[in-house]
């Protein structure tokens, strides 16, 4: 069974970092790409960034370009997530996913981690 975990989670002021990380664990683990997503209070979950295991081609939200950067152990089945300048519209909860190889979607997610950005 494939299990992922989140850390890094916390409260900042605007302007603030912080690094959100992730691992993927399991006998079985293949994925074709991990990534990261996010779901703010009355929202629905969205799309932030993402990697894909072979090659590291990213893909950021457009929201995040140029503040996020997503990255990868290759090794230890772990991505980061940098996010620099931060705004209170980041304020969620995110999440760590994993698309295995031989599924059509994203289909392990993590359990999230808060991230509160205060003005």
């Known amino acids: 069974q494939v299990q992922v975990t989140e850390s890094g989670g916390g409260s900042v002021q605007t302007g603030d970092s912080l690094r959100l990380s992730c691992a993927a664990s399991?006998?079985?683990?293949?994925?074709?790409?991990m990534g990261w997503f996010r779901q703010a209070p009355g929202k629905e979950r969205e799309f932030v960034a993402s990697?894909?295991?072979?090659?590291?081609?990213?893909y950021y939200a457009d929201s995040v370009k140029g503040r996020f950067t997503i990255s990868r152990d290759i090794r230890n089945y772990r991505i980061y997530l940098n996010m620099s300048n931060l705004k209170p519209e980041d304020t969620a909860v995110y999440y760590c996913?994993?698309?295995?190889?031989?599924?059509?979607?994203?289909?392990?997610w993590g359990q999230g981690t808060q991230v509160t950005v205060s003005s």
């Open positions: 399991g006998r079985t683990l293949s994925a074709v790409a």
């Open positions: 996913a994993v698309h295995r190889v031989g599924g059509n979607d994203y289909d392990r």
């Open positions: 990697i894909r295991w072979s090659g590291g081609s990213t």
